[in-house]
């Protein structure tokens, strides 16, 4: 799961922080029960150069081999038996004395071989869900708070339905898609006026994701497109790769499609996003304000058809709810 790049710093400076702390941690209690008991450090410290005394007695010209090594043999077992007396005698732990990495998986370098270990992954997450906090907001986007109360119950005959019940049919889908999310799952086009709940709907899918531990990047469409602005114009690595992370992440949730100033610049960064991510199978959720027909004239043809025909459609209807809370 490709997390942004700056979730992945600030998850690995947190891990290496916490090595450093655990590294510590592990010296100080080692030396403490060294201080009150010498003897135990005269016998480790015999003890770990064992296999240098090994070799020493190998290449020993003028002496037996075997018998220099029954009698270290039993020099150790005799040093061996005398630690574990003084363990017991003063209750210390012997776990007190091993410096067991921070990580038994990785040793707290966060991977496996190429392969991110769960330690780091878990802090991605949780970077992940702070960054998203702040982004979101109030800390309420949570499908328990959603109020499908805010929409009338009164059949509409232009929908076919009443907009409560066309917006529990919305919920419904939207709570299924966020907690059976894989990476294989479609994107979704939202599409309603404003104030119908897009981004309250699409932050609840957001958190839920992160929260089952995929890489969820949001941003408004304002944003995205001043980042890939950013991105053309840059002479540092670091504002080169600001546009890179809406590539790579598991997945991309675009709000509000349309508020931004449409240049032929937008419609092209635009359509590199949608295509790239359909090719390479990452789902992608858009929320516009922008009916169906707007979206044709604004965007390129290849840009609708893929919006409109591939994507699934989440019809948003009712009054501001804004308004009604």
Request: some cysteine; glycine content about 6%; hydrophobic content about 35%.
């Amino acid at each position: 799961m490709a997390y942004s790049e700056a979730v992945l710093q600030r998850a690995q400076a947190r891990l290496a922080q916490a090595r450093q702390q655990h590294d510590e941690e592990t010296r100080s209690r080692i030396e403490a029960i060294y201080a009150q008991q010498p003897r135990l450090r005269q016998i480790d410290q015999t003890l770990r150069q064992t296999a240098a005394r090994i070799m020493a007695v190998s290449f020993r010209r003028g002496e037996d081999p075997a018998a220099a090594m029954a009698e270290l043999k039993k020099e150790n077992l005799a040093l061996q038996q005398e630690r574990d007396w003084l363990l017991e005698s003063n209750d210390i732990d012997p776990d007190d004395l091993s410096a067991a990495p921070l990580c038994p998986r990785c040793g707290g370098t966060g991977y496996v071989g190429a392969v991110m270990c769960d330690c780091l992954r878990e802090l991605c997450r949780q970077e992940q869900k702070k960054e998203l906090s702040q982004l979101l907001g109030s800390g309420k986007e949570s499908f328990e708070h959603f109020r499908l109360d805010l929409y009338p119950a009164e059949y509409d005959p232009k929908l076919g339905a009443s907009p409560r019940k066309l917006m529990q049919y919305v919920y419904n889908n939207a709570l299924h898609y966020a907690r059976t999310f894989t990476l294989e799952s479609g994107s979704i086009l939202m599409i309603g006026a404003t104030g119908l709940g897009k981004t309250f709907l699409s932050a609840c899918i957001a958190r839920t994701v992160a929260d089952r531990g995929y890489s969820v990047l949001y941003s408004t469409a304002m944003q995205l497109f001043s980042d890939f602005e950013t991105a053309k114009f840059a002479r540092s690595t670091e504002s080169a790769d600001a546009s890179r992370k809406y590539f790579t992440c598991d997945l991309l949730i675009i709000d509000d499609l349309g508020t931004e100033m449409t240049t032929q610049f937008t419609v092209s960064a635009l359509y590199q996003i949608v295509n790239t991510r359909l090719l390479e199978g990452r789902p992608t959720i858009i929320s516009t304000n922008l009916p169906a027909a707007e979206l044709k004239q604004r965007y390129s043809p290849q840009i609708a058809s893929r919006l409109l025909g591939v994507y699934e459609c989440y019809s948003f209807a009712g009054d501001d709810i804004r308004m009604l809370k």
